[in-house]
């Protein structure tokens, strides 16, 4: 089965860096993905990771860690646009599985 | 052309109506997706078709439909919903299916209410 866990809610205020977590179980793992979600709209990607380590996108990172079965999602200079949801996704076989998704909050 | 286009954006529908979903892409994607999202949930699998055939059905009930006319449009066909399906439906396509890097595109997506 899946199983896959973020945290629900996480608050920065502008200017920050904010780690979100993630961590799954998942069977015939092929890659992790994040998508970003702004409330009422779809899904757009931010990353994706197949080997361990960081892959670096102007204020976006992502980690990946396959044998520990964790991966983040760091975003720096936060701007106000950033308030999102935070969609940490494995693939595996033909799909994708979403995690619960991670609500961000940036304030002033 | 990177988009995936849904239509319509809005469907109110009765139990007994016959509805469907459309989606397209000219991405010459071969790998297109259904997905259904409640409110303040992640998205949820239902079908995949890969080179037009239906390749993952999700247990969908059958009251869902789907159906790929070609490489480039993807339905989702409705009859006898349930108030409780009343979501908002996603579209998604990718170059092949979700095994190794494919990015999938979503489309804006339909905002169905069953009444």
């Known amino acids: 089965g899946q199983n896959i866990d973020q945290p629900t809610e996480m608050t920065a205020t502008e200017g920050a860096i904010v780690q979100i977590n993630c961590t799954y179980q998942?069977?015939?793992?092929?890659?992790l993905f994040w998508y970003q979600q702004h409330a009422g709209e779809a899904p757009t990607f931010l990353s994706y990771?197949?080997?361990?380590g960081l892959e670096e996108k102007g204020r976006f990172s992502s980690f990946l860690s396959r044998s520990k079965g964790y991966s983040y999602l760091l975003l720096k200079e936060l701007q106000m646009k950033d308030s999102a949801s935070y969609l940490c996704?494995?693939?595996?076989?033909?799909?994708?599985?979403f995690g619960t998704g991670t609500r961000l909050l940036v304030s002033p | 052309d990177t988009e995936v286009t849904q239509t319509p954006k809005h469907l109110v529908m009765g139990m007994t109506n016959k509805k469907s979903l459309k989606c397209e892409q000219h991405?010459?994607?071969?790998?297109m997706y259904w997905y259904k999202q409640k409110a303040k949930k992640p998205p949820e699998l239902m079908f995949v078709y890969s080179y037009e055939k239906l390749s993952i059905n999700e247990s969908v009930p059958s009251r869902f439909s789907p159906e790929c006319p070609n490489s480039s449009l993807l339905n989702l066909h409705l009859h006898a919903l349930q108030p409780e399906d009343s979501a908002l439906y996603l579209c998604?396509?990718?170059?092949?299916?979700?095994?190794?890097?494919?990015?999938?595109?979503f489309g804006p997506g339909t905002r169905l209410t069953v009444l």
């Open positions: 991405m010459g994607h071969r790998a």
């Open positions: 998942t069977s015939g793992f092929n890659g």
């Open positions: 996704a494995p693939g595996s076989f033909q799909k994708l599985v």
């Open positions: 998604a396509s990718s170059q092949e299916p979700a095994g190794g890097y494919n990015e999938q595109f």
């Open positions: 990771n197949v080997l361990d």
